[in-house]
């Protein structure tokens, strides 16, 4: 399936971000330190995500050390203002969202 790959340009970061517009609480994909947004694609939860018309967005975090995300940082403050300013720009003013990390 067909999701919405970019590079957004988030405060000092420029991550790439895979996500897809559905109805609902967007959820919020979240990979470990060794990996990337891709992780979600290779597990399929994306595909089924999409197939069933719920709202994701996988974001390359600044501390992964593969992620496609510059610049890098461990910085939790950073991670998190990140974070939001992805969701704020794929999502609009989402109050809420779920979140799941791997």
């Known amino acids: 399936m067909r ?31 060794s990996y990337t947004s891709a992780v979600w694609q290779r ?18 975090m600044p501390y992964g050390g593969h992620s496609d995300c510059h610049l890098h940082s461990r910085n939790v403050e950073t991670n998190v203002s990140v974070a939001r300013e992805a969701i704020s720009a794929f999502f609009g003013s989402a109050r809420q969202c779920w979140w799941a990390l791997a």
Do not use: Q
């Open 3 to 33: 999701f919405v790959e970019k590079i957004l340009d988030l405060g000092n970061h420029r991550c790439r971000v895979i996500a897809s517009r559905g109805s609902g609480v967007p959820i919020v994909l979240l990979h470990g330190y």
């Open 43 to 60: 597990i399929s939860l994306m595909d089924l995500l999409k197939e069933k018309h719920v709202p994701f967005l996988g974001l390359d």
